[in-house]
């Protein structure tokens, strides 16, 4: 079945870096686009950044731009999220996730705390 672990949240301070890690299992990942999200108490699951099964193509949040960077390693199926620049506004709880067949599966989830 689909696995998504996701990994490397923690506390930081503004300004500060993280890089989060999504092990992938279950499927062929080489064939798949792979995102991040990310959420916040009673906001909507936001798209934070997108790569596309190659890894040629990667699309982001205005938010993000500049700033954070993901990517994959298909051999190792794992994607990564660098984060620089970080502010409090990004604190949330980040997801990857995966869309297969119509079908969006998630991760758990890792906390990421921006703060002071």
């Known amino acids: 079945q689909v696995q998504l672990v996701e990994s490397g949240g923690g506390l930081v301070q503004p300004g500060g870096s993280l890089t989060l890690s999504c092990a992938a299992s279950g499927f062929r990942f080489s064939l798949y686009s792979m995102n991040w999200y990310r959420q916040t108490p009673g906001r909507e699951r936001e798209l934070v950044a997108g790569?596309?099964?190659?890894?040629?193509?990667?699309n982001y949040a205005d938010s993000v731009k500049a700033r954070f960077t993901i990517s994959r390693d298909n051999a190792e199926e794992m994607v990564y999220l660098q984060m620089n620049g970080l502010e409090v506004e990004d604190t949330a709880v980040y997801y990857c996730?995966?869309?297969?067949?119509?079908?969006?599966?998630w991760g758990q989830g890792t906390q990421v705390t921006v703060s002071s």
């Open positions: 996730s995966v869309r297969i067949f119509g079908q969006t599966f």
């Open positions: 790569i596309n099964s190659a890894g040629g193509s990667t």
